[in-house]
């Protein structure tokens, strides 16, 4: 028998038994749909995060202050108070793979205007240099300036969504608000950023000269801050390696002391985040192949009933001449028909799934041609293993015994 | 019953020329288990092509057994079986199948048609293992069949959609599609009232004036005096008529 013909009856007789077909078929077909909206999803996590790693701006380093302790008691990281501004100067000043540096000084109040209260998510005092290191530019007003961190003004710079909570649709540029309880006007609203990796607000955010900060809001006379946010300009492994023997050298630490800072690269956060987003990728699409595996040894069960059922069918089709591998063929084709149609009915419930999820859910979903044909393959490969051994019972039938089959 | 012994005489049993079915002291024995039962004991019969065969016998008496051989469903544990003049004692299974589809045509008791499924589509079942035969001749071979067994304005029922006698004579239309040597018949008429018996058997008998050698096998002496020779069976061995 050609392909064809044999393709043609296996459909025939499914469809002589439509509705144990269009159930055998589900499993599959949920399996399917599953791996190609699970790995749709993981993917589109995994470049949402690149994204949101790519709004920190490019080839970025983050110094932060190392662990102090005393007397065997640790304060734990960032509580090291030697980490300060001027350091920050020096590396600009002496590292030559270094762009730009930004001190961060974090803080963190309620600021008011007009009737109106607010606690951002996040206070810093900075200096001009972030815009650069941020890649971060006001879109209304400008920034502060150097020479307001030199004097310590009471200005600041906020962000998209404090502008829209505050002001509503006013401007808030040359308002003042009230930071502390005390005067600050503002002078700049920033771009729109959007949501950080870590799912935070980047907009949520109030920018001053870190001496307004340190000194006004803090009343600290120190210069220690909190992070150098440091641009590189190429490399920042080169630029990590530099700043360490910088700071080593600043904080007179010895050979084999260790260091009171730490080093963390954009690269390496973006590593890690990956990283555990595909990890999830995998986990989702092994879980999904067990409902695959599920849904193959239906299409085994409803197989070796079929046999079964069919027995003298097969004596029949024996004793008018049908040869082992023709009876072989016809329900291994049976078998391929239904995983077959099943992935394709799969396919497009996944893809649809995956449409509807980033549309309904606001997931970002990304459909990868690479999962769409591993599925496939996978429906046919399930059809073949599974379909084979009811098969190969049908062909080694003894065609007496089948047509004497009640 | 005269006639009939005559055509025996016509081909002694130890002359092997030109019969169509020439069996040679053939026996057939099962293992089951530890226990042997062997259903025909040196059965030798010659079948001329053209000729109208009864084999009769009770139940156990190895008539199914020796039908199955003749019609290359089983093959003889010991013995020779020639078809055509072609010694085919010990081919394998694939072989038998496309000697069952090229030579012979099965009409079953229970008539054996796929449910759910059409006269027309049922007819043209044996076809579908022949090779080189396309879908039109397959049709046209099938509705031709059809035709000669009376059945032509049947085509779309389907077996649940006909009577006793209506599904034999499909089921007879689809052992002719192959243009078969021989037509084995097993009991064809067991399940069948009187009237569609003598419809059944008619048909038989025309057949076998077109050419076809028929072989019947029964229990029933009434269907056994339709053919032109009886073979009676007991105990696995060939006896002699009263």
Request: net charge negative; charged share 20%.
């Amino acid at each position: 028998m050609t392909i064809l013909r044999t393709l043609t009856l296996a459909v025939r007789s499914l469809l002589r038994n439509k509705v144990r077909t269009a159930l055998t078929m589900l499993g599959i077909v949920i399996g399917i749909a599953s791996v190609i909206a699970m790995v749709a999803m993981g993917q589109g996590a995994s470049s949402m995060i690149q994204d949101q790693i790519a709004t920190m701006g490019r080839n970025i380093l983050m110094v932060w202050p190392g662990a102090a302790s005393s007397g065997g008691f640790s304060y734990g990281g960032g509580s090291s108070t030697t980490l300060t501004v001027e350091d920050g100067e020096a590396i600009v000043r002496e590292v030559g793979s270094v762009r730009a540096i930004a001190p961060v000084i974090r803080a963190r109040s309620q600021i008011m205007y007009g009737g109106q209260n607010w606690v951002p998510q996040s206070m810093m005092g900075t200096s001009p240099s972030f815009t650069d290191v941020r890649d971060w530019d006001v879109q209304d007003g400008s920034f502060f300036t150097d020479a307001d961190v030199s004097s310590s003004n009471k200005v600041c710079v906020i962000g998209q969504t404090i502008a829209e909570t505050l002001f509503k649709d006013e401007s808030p540029l040359q308002k003042t608000i009230r930071i502390k309880n005390m005067p600050f006007t503002v002078v700049g609203v920033l771009d729109r950023k959007g949501t950080s990796a870590m799912g935070q607000d980047q907009d949520d955010v109030v920018l001053a000269p870190w001496t307004t900060v340190k000194k006004t809001l803090q009343g600290s006379a120190f210069s220690n801050v909190d992070q150098l946010l440091v641009s590189a300009h190429e490399s920042v492994e080169l630029a990590s390696t530099d700043i360490t023997a910088l700071l080593r050298q600043r904080h007179r630490l010895a050979e084999r002391e260790d260091i009171d800072f730490r080093i963390l690269t954009m690269n390496e956060m973006a590593t890690a985040a990956t990283q555990s987003s595909q990890v999830m990728t995998i986990l989702l699409a092994v879980i999904a192949s067990i409902s695959l595996l599920v849904g193959g040894i239906g299409i085994m069960n409803i197989m070796l009933v079929s046999v079964v059922e069919r027995t003298r069918e097969i004596g029949l089709r024996m004793a008018v001449g049908a040869r082992g591998r023709d009876i072989l063929m016809q329900f291994l084709s049976e078998a391929i028909a239904i995983s077959v149609t099943a992935g394709v009915i799969g396919m497009a419930l996944g893809v649809g799934a995956a449409l509807a999820i980033s549309e309904i859910l606001k997931w970002p979903t990304q459909i990868s041609a690479g999962s769409i044909g591993v599925a496939f393959g996978f429906s046919c490969a399930v059809g073949v293993f599974f379909g084979f051994y009811p098969a190969l019972r049908a062909a080694r039938m003894d065609p007496i015994e089948a047509l004497r089959h009640e | 019953m005269g006639e009939a012994a005559g055509a025996a005489d016509a081909v002694p049993a130890d002359e092997m020329t030109a019969s169509l079915i020439d069996i040679e002291n053939v026996t057939k024995v099962y293992h089951l288990g530890e226990v042997d039962i062997v259903p025909l004991r040196g059965v030798s019969l010659h079948i001329d092509a053209g000729e109208s065969i009864a084999i009769m016998g009770a139940s156990g008496s190895g008539k199914t057994t020796l039908m199955n051989i003749i019609g290359c469903m089983d093959r003889p544990s010991e013995g020779t079986y020639r078809l055509d003049g072609q010694d085919i004692s010990r081919v394998n299974a694939d072989e038998r199948a496309g000697l069952r589809n090229a030579k012979f045509g099965f009409v079953f008791q229970s008539f054996n048609l796929l449910s759910r499924t059409s006269a027309l589509e049922n007819v043209e079942l044996p076809l579908l293992y022949r090779p080189g035969v396309s879908s039109k001749e397959r049709r046209r071979r099938a509705l031709a069949a059809l035709d000669r067994v009376g059945l032509s304005d049947r085509l779309n029922h389907h077996p649940s959609q006909l009577s006793g006698g209506q599904q034999q004579r499909v089921a007879i239309a689809r052992a002719l599609v192959t243009d078969p040597a021989v037509v084995l018949a097993d009991e064809p008429t067991g399940n069948l009232d009187s009237t569609s018996e003598r419809d059944i058997l008619a048909m038989f008998a025309e057949l076998n004036a077109a050419g076809i050698t028929v072989v019947l096998v029964t229990h029933n002496p009434e269907i056994g005096k339709h053919a032109n020779r009886v073979i009676r069976i007991r105990d696995g061995r060939i006896v002699e008529e009263p």
